[in-house]
């Protein structure tokens, strides 16, 4: 006997919570989020890592359901490698400005001609620059990567679980609206520590980006090296 639709969307929209806070998941969000000062833009980066991450979700989920596709064994080592070297690129990008930010450069144009001028922040003042939107761009894509590396598995339950593509499609959706409210959460829990320490201590919070930086480094050669696809590579050659 099928458990009731709606016991269905429950299990999905909790299985959905869980899921953010898989620790890929996490240090990717907690990464992207060290960049910012303030917990609005640290619920935006986990608002746009949920999205991306949902519509992946959907639209593998779309094809498997309606179209009877089969998520194929060889691309969940791909999909696992990806976000490795997402994880991988996110550190050396946090590690790198870490170790040139005390010297920005702004380029800005006026009426034809453009300016560039340089300061300092050395002294621990910091600011935050308006350059959220590509960030958020860049939250979406990474969501985006881990619904695919997590995919298969989703989509093995759902076939295995529910009957119809209607109700499927709505498990995939509840699933989706879990992890993004489960991130969210998770959002808060990191976001409200980074806008209260860098408010007052500035260079706490610059050594605190580094640290998750260096983390997302490591976490990302973990992924890669589990993978097994380096050591075939390595064998061939």
Same mark, same amino acid.
Do not use: C
């Given at each position: 006997?099928?458990?009731?639709?709606? =016991?269905?969307?429950?299990?999905?929209?909790?299985? %959905?919570?869980?899921?953010?806070?898989?620790?890929?998941?996490?240090?990717? +969000?907690? $990464?992207?989020?060290?960049?910012?000062?303030?917990?609005?833009?640290?619920?935006?980066?986990?608002?746009?890592?949920?999205?991306?991450?949902?519509? =992946?979700?959907?639209?593998? %989920?779309?094809?498997? *359901?309606?179209?009877?596709?089969? *998520?194929?064994?060889?691309?969940?080592?791909?999909?696992? &490698?990806?976000?490795?070297?997402?994880?991988?690129?996110?550190?050396?990008? *946090?590690?790198?400005?870490?170790?040139?930010?005390?010297?920005?450069?702004? +380029?800005?144009?006026?009426?034809?001609?453009?300016?560039?001028?340089?300061?300092?922040?050395?002294?621990?003042?910091?600011?935050?620059?308006?350059?959220?939107?590509?960030?958020?761009? $860049?939250?979406?894509?990474?969501?985006?990567?881990?619904?695919?590396?997590?995919?298969?598995?989703?989509?093995?339950?759902?076939?295995?679980? /529910?009957?119809?593509?209607?109700?499927?499609? &709505?498990?995939?959706?509840?699933? %989706?609206?879990?992890?993004?409210? %489960?991130?969210?959460?998770?959002?808060? &829990?990191?976001?409200?520590?980074?806008?209260? /320490?860098?408010?007052?201590?500035?260079?706490?919070?610059?050594?605190?980006?580094?640290? $998750?930086?260096? $983390?997302? /480094?490591?976490?990302?050669?973990?992924?890669?090296?589990? =993978?097994?696809? +380096?050591?075939?590579? *390595?064998?061939?050659?």
């Amino acid at each position: 006997m099928d458990p009731p639709p709606l =016991t269905t969307l429950l299990v999905g929209f909790l299985l %959905g919570m869980e899921h953010a806070l898989d620790p890929d998941h996490v240090v990717a +969000v907690s $990464t992207m989020m060290s960049r910012h000062r303030t917990l609005a833009r640290s619920a935006l980066v986990a608002l746009s890592w949920g999205l991306g991450h949902t519509a =992946t979700l959907f639209l593998v %989920g779309l094809a498997v *359901i309606l179209f009877n596709m089969r *998520i194929p064994d060889w691309l969940t080592p791909f999909a696992e &490698l990806a976000v490795g070297l997402v994880l991988l690129t996110l550190g050396t990008s *946090i590690v790198t400005g870490y170790l040139t930010e005390k010297v920005h450069a702004h +380029v800005h144009r006026h009426g034809g001609e453009v300016h560039v001028h340089f300061h300092s922040h050395a002294s621990g003042g910091g600011h935050d620059h308006d350059h959220a939107l590509p960030q958020h761009r $860049t939250s979406a894509l990474v969501g985006m990567v881990h619904g695919l590396a997590g995919s298969a598995a989703l989509m093995l339950l759902v076939l295995a679980s /529910i009957r119809t593509p209607a109700l499927g499609l &709505l498990y995939i959706l509840t699933f %989706g609206l879990g992890s993004l409210l %489960g991130m969210l959460g998770l959002s808060a &829990l990191i976001g409200l520590p980074f806008s209260l /320490i860098v408010r007052r201590h500035t260079e706490v919070h610059r050594k605190i980006r580094l640290t $998750t930086g260096a $983390t997302s /480094i490591a976490y990302g050669v973990f992924l890669i090296a589990s =993978t097994g696809l +380096v050591q075939r590579i *390595i064998h061939r050659l």
